[in-house]
């Protein structure tokens, strides 16, 4: 309804209509309330990223107040418990990398072709086995899987192949064996990644090139796999990002013993393995001991990250987009 | 119980409320980052929040504030340790609660909980996710609010998805050994937390339970884990057996998911 006068006590409408709207209710105070402590738990997830980051760089900055970091990125000797200390992370990343190295070549494939089985390969009766199987896999404490390569892998397999019949000399803990097991553990998680990667490859494109006359592998290898690529190179990564950060199967399985070294059959002590062992040993706050479990901690810490964040760079930028 | 209502809240907020901005695009790559960092970070961010308390409740040789921010020019002490001192402890004593936390069940709890929580959040925002827009849509057209058409119909639609990652979150913080490790948990101990032996005790002796989350404690990963690296082979037998109960645990565990989440898949009739 239109009217020619407005006078003052009308809300601001256009048109002069009054506003119907009550100033304040109970309802809509409930509603702003409950908002806002739903973002404070999404923004904890913040507080929790800033926290990690604030611990580990200010224990690490201590740390270099000691240690140079020229010798830390350089020397090849890893001795912070020793009286003659030397801080060369070479040797700690060499293991993490021997065994990381070694998992992906035996659980990078074999994931892959147990996505590739499950997606293109099987009966649905056949899915309904190993999926649930896979799943109990990923389930699987990490401390049983070292306590699996100690006992069984080491004397059982890796000493009858390589010493009985090539004659290499194998110690009781090595980078093979916590290798073979961290391989083991990633399998599940290549395959379910990569499973729903290739799941979402649409039906056309295998269809269309059935009907150019090829033959199943063909389709899987040359038409499935590529255009499934991204996904699978993300679920890479992320494999490899969890291998490095594995802990509890390499204190068991690799040893204590930082040494530079490529050979997989003597005993070296990765990353992870060091924060553990001198987590249990009684170290003083405030040794230099105590802030080289930051640095080594801030270290493993960047490469992980950096390895998500490119995992999901690739997923977001170079994902195919099907009409 | 910490872990569970944080991480529901925080899915919900992503998932319903909030907008497109830089700080919401932040927060999801920052909840994908959190999911794949190693345990052991996590484990090293609980000995120094909660266990340590940044060194503040100690008269210890390290205190981390102030390394960070500096101390006044009496030399003692800097904003945070004032705050601390004068106003956290004594309202501490009065409660009874130990400062720093120290070995106690709460900090293993609360690292732990930070550990499975981007898990939780994950798992929830792909339940609330595959619920179709239609039953949000019928909600607000008879006039519901938000948080009504939320809290009434959307999330006891998706409580079978949020269950099922809970679950398997659960199953996932049972088996960790690295963080309990850096926080220091004793590999054997005599006395359940709160002195707790048996139901009975706790009818007769409530109070254990109110000072369970405060005492010392140890975890079956952990004493595993000290069993595998003895060198007897008794040990060995052990630890087996330790494997055994652990994986009986767990496999129980993953398949009350597994039953709940074919069960409801059924039920559901969209």
């Known amino acids: 309804m239109s009217s020619t006068t407005i006078t003052p006590l009308e809300r601001n409408l256009p048109g002069g209509r009054p506003s119907l709207a009550r100033k304040f209710s109970w309802l809509a105070a409930k509603e702003t309330a409950i908002q806002s402590v739903l973002a404070a738990c999404a923004l904890l997830s913040i507080l929790t990223t800033v926290g990690i980051v604030a611990v580990l760089a200010t224990e690490t900055i201590e740390f270099f107040k000691v240690a140079s970091i020229w010798e830390f990125f350089t020397e090849t000797r890893w001795t912070p418990q020793f009286e003659d200390k030397h801080f060369g992370i070479l040797p700690l990343f060499s293991g993490t990398m021997l065994v990381?190295?070694?998992?992906?070549?035996?659980?990078?494939?074999?994931?892959?072709?147990?996505?590739?089985?499950?997606?293109?390969?099987?009966?649905?009766?056949?899915?309904?086995?190993?999926?649930?199987?896979?799943?109990?896999?990923?389930?699987?404490?990490?401390?049983?899987?070292?306590f699996f390569a100690l006992v069984f892998l080491t004397p059982y397999i890796i000493r009858p192949i390589f010493r009985g019949l090539l004659g290499l000399d194998v110690d009781i803990f090595n980078a093979a064996s916590a290798g073979v097991a961290v391989g083991i553990m990633i399998i599940?998680?290549?395959?379910?990644?990569?499973?729903?990667?290739?799941?979402?490859?649409?039906?056309s494109l295998r269809e269309g090139a059935?009907?150019?006359?090829?033959?199943?592998?063909?389709?899987?290898?040359?038409?499935?796999?590529?255009?499934?690529?991204?996904?699978?190179?993300?679920?890479?990564?992320?494999?490899?990002?969890?291998?490095?950060?594995?802990?509890?199967?390499?204190?068991?399985?690799?040893?204590?013993?930082?040494?530079?070294?490529?050979?997989?059959?003597?005993?070296?002590?990765?990353?992870?393995?060091?924060?553990?062992?001198?987590?249990?040993?009684?170290?003083?706050?405030?040794?230099?001991?105590?802030?080289?479990?930051?640095?080594?901690?801030?270290?493993?810490?960047?490469?992980?990250?950096?390895m998500n964040i490119l995992a999901q760079f690739i997923l977001r930028r170079y994902r195919e987009v099907y009409q | 119980m910490i872990s569970v209502p944080?991480?529901?809240?925080?899915?919900?907020?992503?998932?319903?409320?909030?907008?497109?901005?830089?700080?919401?695009?932040?927060?999801?790559?920052?909840?994908?980052?959190?999911?794949?960092?190693?345990?052991?970070?996590?484990?090293?961010?609980?000995?120094?929040?909660?266990?340590?308390?940044?060194?503040?409740?100690?008269?210890?040789?390290?205190?981390?504030?102030?390394?960070?921010?500096?101390?006044?020019?009496d030399g003692q002490h800097n904003l945070i340790e004032r705050v601390a001192v004068e106003i956290i402890r004594p309202v501490a004593n009065l409660l009874h609660i130990p400062l720093p936390l120290g070995n106690t069940v709460l900090a293993g709890a609360l690292t732990l909980s930070l550990l499975v929580l981007p898990v939780i959040i994950i798992s929830t925002?792909?339940?609330?996710?595959?619920?179709?827009?239609?039953?949000?849509?019928?909600?607000?057209?008879?006039?519901?609010?938000?948080?009504?058409?939320?809290?009434?119909?959307?999330?006891?639609?998706?409580?079978?998805?949020?269950?099922?990652?809970?679950?398997?979150?659960l199953s996932r913080?049972?088996?960790?050994?690295?963080?309990?490790?850096?926080?220091?948990?004793?590999?054997?101990?005599?006395?359940?937390?709160?002195?707790?032996?048996?139901?009975?005790?706790?009818?007769e002796n409530p109070t254990g339970l109110v000072e369970a989350p405060f005492t010392s404690f140890t975890a079956l990963p952990m004493i595993v884990f000290n069993w595998v690296r003895q060198a007897k082979p008794e040990f060995q037998n052990l630890a087996s057996a330790g494997i055994v109960v652990l994986m009986g645990l767990l496999l129980l565990m993953n398949s009350i998911a597994i039953i709940i989440r074919q069960r409801f898949q059924k039920r559901i009739r969209w």
């Not at chain 1, 035996?106 to 056949?126: D, H, K, N, V």
């Not at chain 1, 599940?188 to 039906?203: H, K, N, W």
């Not at chain 1, 063909?218 to 992320?238: E, K, Q, T, Y």
């Not at chain 2, 619920?131 to 949000?136: C, D, F, K, Q």
């Open chain 1, 100 to 146: 990381a190295g070694i998992a992906s070549l035996i659980g990078l494939p074999l994931g892959l072709a147990s996505a590739l089985f499950m997606s293109e390969y099987a009966s649905p009766r056949t899915r309904g086995i190993v999926k649930p199987t896979l799943e109990i896999l990923a389930g699987v404490p990490t401390v049983v899987y070292g």
């Open chain 1, 188 to 203: 599940p998680t290549v395959a379910s990644l990569s499973e729903d990667v290739l799941r979402s490859v649409p039906r």
């Open chain 1, 210 to 306: 059935y009907a150019l006359g090829s033959t199943k592998f063909d389709v899987c290898v040359r038409v499935v796999l590529p255009a499934a690529l991204s996904g699978i190179l993300a679920s890479f990564l992320l494999a490899i990002s969890r291998a490095v950060g594995e802990t509890m199967i390499v204190v068991i399985a690799c040893g204590q013993n930082p040494r530079l070294t490529f050979n997989p059959f003597t005993s070296t002590e990765t990353m992870t393995a060091y924060i553990v062992n001198v987590s249990l040993g009684d170290t003083p706050a405030g040794t230099i001991e105590y802030f080289s479990l930051y640095a080594v901690a801030a270290t493993l810490f960047v490469m992980t990250l950096a």
């Open chain 2, 6 to 73: 944080v991480g529901v809240g925080a899915a919900v907020y992503l998932e319903e409320y909030a907008r497109g901005t830089w700080l919401t695009r932040l927060i999801r790559l920052n909840i994908a980052n959190l999911a794949g960092i190693p345990s052991i970070v996590y484990g090293i961010l609980g000995l120094t929040v909660f266990v340590r308390m940044f060194g503040l409740f100690d008269s210890g040789p390290h205190n981390l504030t102030e390394s960070l921010l500096g101390s006044f020019d």
């Open chain 2, 125 to 169: 925002q792909e339940a609330l996710r595959a619920i179709p827009s239609s039953l949000r849509h019928g909600s607000y057209a008879l006039g519901a609010t938000k948080w009504q058409t939320i809290r009434h119909q959307v999330l006891p639609a998706a409580v079978p998805g949020i269950l099922t990652g809970v679950i398997l979150a």
């Open chain 2, 173 to 203: 913080a049972i088996g960790e050994t690295a963080p309990l490790v850096i926080i220091g948990v004793p590999t054997y101990l005599a006395a359940t937390p709160g002195n707790i032996a048996s139901l009975q005790d706790l009818v």
